[in-house]
């Protein structure tokens, strides 16, 4: 009898230890104030929000309930930087055509130029480009000029836009913290970025010297990137 209690226990802890290994990987603390942008509305989540993958969607649980994850990156208050709440694709052209994967919950920094992606203590760098997302999310890590129909504005590292279909552009500024929608009809809407690539963002392609290419959007079939 004791030794099957002794039996019982042991197993019972190896049950926990499994479960909080498991749970480390597929949840996310901030331990600060976060927030959300959905087509120019801010959704606020508190310093003890958990982000946690559900399998089939992401959630997250805040001091008002839980509530399911959109693709906008998750952003922080009062300093320039954002967590991945979806997998998504590097692509620096200025360096070649490699591709690699950016897992989520990985939280992305830049400084002068210098692109920081950090995931459970270890870290990889790049230097500008893009991420996407393999549908509408495009995250800039270089400064872009972002042009809707004929107006133009210029935008900062880790700024990002998403384009819904042939109806509305949602970008986000990083440097003011804005998130602004304009409606679209039949526009082409394109980002230049400061190392010379040019993105169409309405029709998922990338402007090369030998014409346009569509992007590439299977995002978990690319090998992720190397962080020690």
Same mark, same amino acid.
């Given at each position: 009898?004791?030794?099957?209690?002794?039996?019982?226990?042991?197993?019972?802890?190896?049950?926990?230890?499994? !479960?909080?290994?498991? =749970?480390?990987?597929?949840?996310?603390? %901030?331990? +600060?104030? *976060?927030?959300?942008? #959905?087509?120019?509305?801010?959704?606020?989540?508190?310093?003890?929000?958990?982000?946690?993958?559900?399998?089939?969607?992401?959630?997250?649980?805040?001091?008002?309930?839980?509530?399911?994850?959109?693709?906008?990156?998750?952003?922080?208050?009062?300093?320039?930087?954002?967590?991945?709440?979806?997998?998504?694709?590097?692509?620096?052209?200025?360096?070649?055509?490699?591709?690699?994967?950016?897992?989520?919950?990985?939280?992305?920094?830049?400084?002068?130029?210098?692109?920081?992606?950090?995931?459970?203590?270890?870290?990889?760098?790049?230097?500008?480009?893009?991420? !996407?997302?393999?549908? =509408?999310?495009?995250?800039?890590?270089? %400064?872009? +000029?972002? *042009?809707?129909?004929? #107006?133009?504005?210029?935008?900062?590292?880790?700024?990002?836009?998403?384009?819904?279909?042939?109806?509305?552009?949602?970008?986000?500024?990083?440097?003011?913290?804005?998130?602004?929608?304009?409606?679209?009809?039949?526009?082409?809407?394109?980002?230049?970025?400061?190392?010379?690539?040019?993105?169409?963002?309405?029709?998922?392609?990338?402007?090369?010297?030998?014409?346009?290419?569509?992007?590439?959007?299977?995002?978990?079939?690319?090998?992720?990137?190397?962080?020690?």
């Amino acid at each position: 009898m004791i030794e099957l209690g002794v039996a019982g226990v042991l197993l019972l802890l190896l049950v926990l230890l499994v !479960y909080w290994y498991v =749970d480390g990987l597929s949840a996310y603390k %901030p331990g +600060e104030a *976060t927030h959300q942008y #959905v087509l120019g509305n801010m959704i606020g989540y508190d310093e003890n929000a958990v982000f946690r993958d559900a399998k089939e969607n992401m959630t997250v649980a805040s001091g008002d309930g839980k509530h399911v994850l959109t693709n906008s990156p998750i952003l922080y208050e009062g300093t320039t930087k954002l967590t991945l709440p979806v997998n998504m694709l590097l692509m620096v052209p200025a360096e070649g055509t490699g591709l690699y994967r950016i897992n989520y919950f990985t939280t992305v920094t830049e400084t002068q130029g210098r692109v920081t992606f950090t995931q459970d203590k270890k870290s990889a760098q790049s230097f500008g480009g893009f991420l !996407y997302d393999g549908a =509408d999310l495009y995250i800039f890590l270089e %400064p872009v +000029e972002l *042009t809707i129909a004929n #107006v133009s504005r210029d935008l900062p590292p880790l700024s990002y836009a998403k384009v819904y279909y042939d109806q509305s552009v949602e970008f986000y500024n990083s440097e003011t913290n804005e998130d602004k929608v304009v409606a679209i009809s039949d526009v082409e809407v394109s980002a230049v970025g400061q190392s010379g690539f040019k993105l169409n963002l309405t029709k998922d392609v990338i402007y090369t010297s030998d014409g346009e290419a569509l992007l590439y959007s299977a995002v978990d079939n690319v090998g992720p990137i190397e962080m020690r």
